[in-house]
């Protein structure tokens, strides 16, 4: 706040007194005033000029002029990370799921929000069950899951059974807690 003569940059009246100075401009203390909330800068409270050439409180800045991250739902202000027809802060441009750092390849959730390509495949169910890697190309075998739970799939190459190992693909099994087992194997261990 400044305590000297000019002309107000709202009223166009002399200045007697305090008085602030914003935008190259002086102005009466009550009449530069946040184009939102309508608060007045007295008390050294930050102006801030929107794009549109107004006065703006900072928080009232933020919320007019700064995106808001998906993650965090904060005003970003400084370097946004834009993907899925949202904004992020860097930091907080994470797997949905797994929360870790996503750095090149992402894909999107059903909602729209960013996961890795674990979490991805995952959520459409496409992971094998024997060696945890998606399935993204090539035939499959699913194996019907347990009550309450979704089916498991597995690469042709990894539907084993889960104790001698041996593939069982084509041919029959039995499953025991969510695992496959060649029939004779199961006899031995459950039977």
Known sequence: MNHQQ????????????DSIRAFGMQWHVDHLVCNVC???????VQVCEGN??????VEDWKRTFCPQ??????AIVGPTIN?????????????????EKLEGQFFPSEDGMPLCEKDYYDSLGLMCGGCGNPIIAGKAITMPGE??????????DHF????CQKNIAGQKYKKRSGK?????????LFE
């Open 52 to 57: 549109d050439g107004f006065a703006y409180c």
């Open 83 to 99: 993907a899925l027809n949202k904004s992020f802060h860097p930091e907080h441009f994470v797997c949905f799921i797994c929360r």
């Open 6 to 17: 000019g002309t107000c940059g709202a009223c166009g009246e002399s200045i007697v007194g």
């Open 180 to 188: 496959p087992y060649c029939v004779k194997c199961h006899l031995q």
């Open 38 to 44: 309508q608060k007045d800068f007295s008390g050294g």
């Open 160 to 163: 084993k059974c889960a104790h």
């Open 147 to 156: 009550e309450g739970q979704r089916d498991v799939k597995f690469h042709l």
């Open 69 to 74: 991250c998906a993650m965090c739902k904060e």
